[in-house]
């Protein structure tokens, strides 16, 4: 079935030059030629930075196991319309068996994303290109140990004979750390419109999610927070906000437009989109077509969903929750009618203006309804059943399937709502209450009176919602084992930790099966 093809091959990313503008335009040049024929330690990293790429973007594995896992994301069974064997169903319910085929792909994609930047230091790449594949193999480790807490290493590329040893916890934790520390000055500034460059200020985001996470990696049931890694956090965001570089956009959205690499002053790091059949995957697209029904433009694959009590986090003013944005490419939305954010009621043709109808029958109004369960049986509510999401603003500039939107890993706001988080972690909840309203009033919300770590964890819902972060925030703020709506709650704590997938328990004898797996 279409909703079971994940999205793996890979995106040409990122090569590494120290300049802006005329290196810049060549560097965007060699990227869109993916020519990697020839093994140089430059055409590799490109391999590099496109093997992370294609397991996030549009409906990929790690997004998968990261969004519908929680409480914002929901992809019901329609009929037998996404059913895949309930694969779909038992993310959300919390009830993967040890071989789910999108949690085994996503690790195996982000261990093939560690192959591919060690092999970039056995061909003598220069300080920069090495520092930048050590970079992209911390940040595919960091999310191994998110996932699985156990992160197979090779250093060695050479004997095969040995079975990559294991890193677990606070010990993969802190060889990340120390990673990201060695490279840090040889990396480049970087930049909002050289974000697809790995930079200094992305390794501190990486090394800001590493402290704030650092107590989670250590006990997940019952994390704690040292008043030490709370004031890394915050010494890391103010180097970032003291660079003067970044800002929050006017415009919420211009961080997922399809010119979101010239437009958008939120950038820090971002995976690469040129548009062009070139780059190798059709991903971003996808990110449309999962949610949008086949009577849209463009017609999609009418699927994943968010939760009303999800969506009614946001108030009517919040601009976060959807409005009518103009940007290069886009229709011309006579009316102005909800183009990007949440769709919520009568859906219109773009074009035209006119309402559009559903499919089946042909006489309903095409109508997306707060109401909707994991298995939709009602014939009147298939096709409407839930608000959907659309984050980046579909590029309707560009033919075909590839589309030029770039996909956004770390961006200012979260190093601000990280900042106010460690703030209040350790005490400070006035200090971190005017950061969390500065980002409201660019967002047109009302100011909040105070702020604690609920208020916190639903700020960083209404930020960052549909950008893999949810599972993570939930299980760092305590919340991820709860009952959510259609959700109940979970029997033990075995969830809290991906099942290792047998595959690899079979060629490496360094790693065990997760607890409540066997």
């Known amino acids: 079935m279409k909703h079971n093809k994940i999205l793996l091959s890979f995106l040409v990313v990122a090569l590494v030059f120290i300049s802006c503008t005329k290196l810049n335009e060549r560097y965007r040049s060699e990227l869109a030629q993916g020519n990697t024929a020839s093994i140089t330690p430059a055409e590799l990293l490109v391999s590099a930075y496109s093997s992370i790429q294609g397991t996030f973007q549009g409906n990929g594995n790690l997004i998968s196991a990261a969004q519908v896992t929680s409480d914002e994301t929901i992809v019901p069974t329609r009929a037998g319309d996404w059913d895949d064997n309930g694969l779909w169903r038992s993310l959300f319910l919390h009830t993967w068996n040890a071989d789910h085929s999108f949690l085994s792909g996503a690790f195996s994609s982000l261990l093939g994303a560690q192959f591919a930047a060690s092999n970039v230091l056995q061909f003598s790449p220069s300080p920069q290109q090495a520092a930048e594949a050590r970079f992209i193999r911390a940040l595919s480790m960091f999310w191994v140990l998110d996932g699985w807490d156990q992160v197979p290493y090779r250093e060695d ?107 958008s002053k939120e950038s820090i790091f971002s995976l690469l989109n040129t548009g062009t059949s070139a780059r190798g995957s059709d991903a971003m697209r996808g990110f449309q077509y999962m949610v949008n029904h086949y009577n849209m433009n463009p017609g999609g694959w009418n699927g994943w969903s968010t939760l009303s009590d999800f969506y009614d986090k946001f108030e009517a003013t919040d601009t976060r929750r959807g409005v009518a944005y103009s940007y290069p490419g886009s229709l011309p939305n006579p009316g102005n009618r909800v183009n990007v954010g949440f769709l919520e009621g009568q859906q219109y043709n773009l074009t035209t203006g006119d309402p559009l109808n559903a499919r089946n029958p042909a006489s309903a109004p ?29 590029d309707y500039g560009t033919s075909g399937d590839f589309k030029k939107n770039d996909y956004i890993m770390f961006r200012y706001a979260d190093v601000l709502l990280m900042k106010a988080e460690a703030m209040a972690r350790s005490g400070n909840t006035a200090g971190a209450l005017p950061i969390v309203n500065s980002i409201r009033a660019k967002r047109g919300a009302t100011a909040l009176a105070s702020v604690d770590l609920n208020a916190l964890l639903d700020e960083r819902g209404r930020e960052l919602y549909w950008e893999s972060w949810r599972r993570q925030d939930l299980i760092r703020f305590g919340k991820y084992l709860l009952a959510w709506q259609e959700k109940p709650a979970d029997a033990g704590t075995r969830n809290l930790l991906f099942p290792i997938p047998s595959s690899q328990l079979a060629v490496n004898p360094n790693l065990t099966q997760n607890p409540g797996y066997n």
Do not use: C, H, W
């Open 366 to 394: 095409l109508v997306f309804t707060k109401a909707v369960k994991i298995r939709e049986t009602d014939p009147n509510t298939l096709e409407l059943a839930g608000v959907r999401a659309v984050k980046y603003a579909f």
């Open 157 to 263: 590329l050479v004997d095969y004979k040995l079975a990559p040893k294991t890193l677990k916890g606070t010990e993969a934790a802190d060889f990340i750390i120390s990673e990201l520390n060695a490279i840090m000055n040889t990396l480049p500034d970087g930049s909002p419109t050289s974000a697809y460059v790995a930079s200094k200020d992305a390794a501190r985001v990486l090394l800001m999610k590493m402290y704030l996470n650092k107590g989670v990696f250590a006990n997940r049931a019952a994390p704690t927070f040292a008043a030490a890694d709370m004031t890394q956090v915050i010494t890391l965001a103010d180097q970032i906000i003291g660079s003067n570089k970044y800002a929050l956009n006017d415009n919420f959205f211009d961080a997922f437009a399809p010119d979101n690499d010239v437009k």
